[in-house]
């Protein structure tokens, strides 16, 4: 019998590690598309549209290279994952806006204030995210495992 290797402490933070760098992609996209709709737009409602374009990208890259999970129905991930990400937005935008129409200002910051303001917001929920994504969206359904062969 083959003993079961045993995840080291170093194991759980080169996975969040990994999430980092991937939400970093996510990330990107959703300051690209902000950056992309804010002629178009008020900042708080560009944000939100980025959110969801970030949202969909770290959909799809968290459960290819991070979380991946088979056994889970998709619509319950899909789910999951949406109402994680509502809290996240919630607090990107609460952050976004209060940087941008506040801490900014009153620190008369002139360099891209809309850009650093985003990106604080963005930055913010990460660590709320990984848990909850990990504990929650991602865990493997109770009772939902593969029928057995035979």
Same mark, same amino acid.
């Given at each position: 019998m083959t003993p079961v290797?045993?995840?080291s402490p170093l194991d759980g933070v080169l996975h969040f590690v990994r999430f980092l760098a991937t939400g970093g992609i996510a990330a990107g996209v959703n300051l690209l598309t902000r950056y992309l709709l804010d002629p178009f737009m008020l900042f708080e409602a560009a944000?939100?549209? &980025?959110?969801v374009a970030g949202m969909?990208? =770290?959909f799809v890259?968290?459960?290819?290279?991070i979380f991946g999970d088979p056994d889970t129905p998709l619509s319950r991930r899909m789910f999951?994952?949406?109402l994680v990400n509502l809290l996240g937005a919630a607090l990107a935008l609460a952050v976004s806006s209060a940087m941008a129409r506040l801490v900014l200002p &009153?620190?008369?910051?002139?360099?891209?204030? =809309?850009e650093i303001a985003h990106l604080v917001g963005v930055?913010?929920?990460a660590f709320s995210s990984y848990v909850l994504h990990k504990r929650y969206t991602f865990a493997p359904?109770?009772?939902?495992g593969r029928p057995s062969a035979g």
């Open positions: 290797p045993r995840a944000v939100m549209i &980025a959110y969909a990208v =770290a890259l968290f459960q290819k290279l999951r994952f949406t &009153a620190l008369d910051w002139t360099f891209r204030p =809309a930055c913010v929920p359904a109770r009772g939902l």
